[in-house]
């Protein structure tokens, strides 16, 4: 009975193959991914990022949530880029779901899209539609992003000056002070992070 014997074996090496693969992918991977994400440094990291103000979590540094005011017509806060799987043109977006649009810059879909967005910013901003940066209008490919362009920041200070009872001068200042510079010198282009934006503005008007 040499086959049996051969079916035997062979059942008997998957099985042995089975348990090592089970050990070092299903234990020792998963324990060694876990050992380096506690490594100082690369915690927080792994954690979300999360930001917290008097020991409350109120957002993440690497995930950008779009605040929705509770009057549209007296809108406090400094805005994130569109989401791409948004309703609404401006969002806000489902930062539990991200996806791109897919969509060719030449469709027509998506440059209608885009002139909306253009049109609800240059309302709500109170300037011309020349004026939006071009970030302000483009989704990124998650649609998560925490940063905006300076140029997009500084369009929304005087709206977030009013809306919160301080100058523009105050208010430019704060952009100012958080423009984080390109990567190694050379790397991208300068942006801000929204939440602290909003988080510095808060500080100013809460001490």
């Known amino acids: 009975m040499k086959w049996l014997s051969n079916i035997f074996r062979q059942t008997g090496v998957a099985l042995r193959l089975m348990l090592v693969l089970t050990v070092l992918l299903g234990v020792a991977y998963p324990l060694a991914v876990w050992a380096v994400s506690r490594i100082p440094g690369l915690e927080s990291k792994a954690e979300g990022s999360v930001v917290s103000v008097d020991g409350r979590p109120v957002g993440s540094s690497l995930i950008g949530v779009d605040l929705t005011p509770a009057d549209p017509d007296h809108d406090p806060y400094f805005h994130t880029r569109p989401s791409a799987i948004a309703s609404d043109p401006l969002g ?116």
Do not use: C, M, W
């Open 92 to 207: 806000p977006g489902d930062p539990s779901t991200s996806a791109a649009s897919n969509l060719a810059a030449d469709n027509p879909k998506l440059v209608q899209l885009v002139q909306r967005r253009k049109e609800a910013i240059a309302r709500r901003e109170g300037v011309a539609p020349d004026q939006i940066p071009p970030d302000a209008v483009t989704a990124s490919a998650s649609g998560l992003d925490p940063a905006i362009s300076p140029a997009y920041a500084y369009l929304q200070v005087a709206r977030v000056a009013r809306e919160n009872g301080l100058s523009q001068q105050q208010v430019r200042q704060i952009v100012d002070d958080q423009v984080q510079g390109r990567g190694l010198g050379v790397l991208g282009e300068p942006t801000v992070n929204v939440l602290d934006l909003n988080l510095a503005v808060h500080r100013l008007i809460h001490p």
